[in-house]
């Protein structure tokens, strides 16, 4: 039963473009949202994340949005960077339970 | 140090063979984690230790046997696996346990293990 899905597997999008990953769940008691981006031979390191009282967090270059009634979220990169091609992974977490991993998002940022 | 260390980077093994994974980190987080990943999968979460307890084994069969000796050290025992347990094998800690919210987990580079 996967609970967090990310439907496109890759991504590929010009330098200076936006870039926008998304990120669906069914669990509607999740309450945190967060974003994950891996590179080759690394662990997956944490971006960004979302409270579920929020609809948007933003940080420099990367925000997430939030729709809880869809129960979807996404992330956007502007501008984009070569540096920012990665898998970016989304992650769901409720209250005193574990997190939940979507498989990914291969994004290539083309110069 | 704001990172969490595992060794070896990469492991092949036989499916008779002993080995063990390790994972260390220095934050002075409380709860540490051992996830597997095949290729384009998510991560599966496979055991949790909280304040160095054993508090969530997701199922996971005998052959795989964590162990944690303190609060700065994981690991992961392995004894005679099969070749569908070649996968990465990440480690993660964060303050406390299922903080995973407020900053996420520290996860270090993995373990590429590969069963033959």
């Known amino acids: 039963d996967q609970q967090v899905k990310q439907n496109s597997p890759s991504l590929s999008v010009q330098e200076g473009r936006i870039s926008i990953l998304n990120c669906d769940y069914t669990?509607?008691?999740?309450?945190?949202f967060l974003w994950y981006k891996k590179y080759p031979a690394e662990g997956p390191t944490f971006l960004i994340s979302?409270?579920?009282?929020?609809d948007k967090n933003e940080d420099g270059r990367f925000t997430v949005f939030l729709n809880k009634s869809a129960k979807h979220l996404s992330l956007h990169i502007v501008p984009s960077q070569p540096g920012d091609s990665a898998v970016y992974f989304c992650?769901?977490?409720?209250?005193?339970?574990?997190?939940?991993f979507g498989a990914g998002t291969r994004l290539t940022v083309k110069p | 140090d704001t990172e969490v260390t595992q060794t070896p980077k990469h492991l092949v093994m036989g499916m008779t063979n002993k080995k063990s994974l390790k994972c260390e980190q220095h934050m002075g987080h409380r709860a540490m984690y051992w996830y597997k990943q095949k290729a384009k999968k998510p991560p599966e979460l496979m055991f949790v230790y909280s304040y160095e307890k054993l508090s969530i084994n997701e199922s996971v069969p005998s052959r795989f046997s964590p162990e944690c000796p303190n609060s700065s050290l994981l690991n992961l025992h392995l004894h005679a696996l099969q070749p569908e347990d070649s996968a990465l094998y990440l480690c993660?800690?964060?303050?406390?346990?299922?903080?995973?919210?407020?900053?996420?987990?520290?996860f270090g580079s993995g373990t590429r293990l590969t069963v033959v």
């Open positions: 993660a800690s964060s303050q406390t346990p299922f903080t995973g919210g407020t900053g996420g987990y520290t």
């Open positions: 979302i409270s579920s009282i929020k």
């Open positions: 669990n509607s008691m999740f309450d945190y």
């Open positions: 992650a769901a977490s409720a209250i005193s339970n574990d997190m939940r």
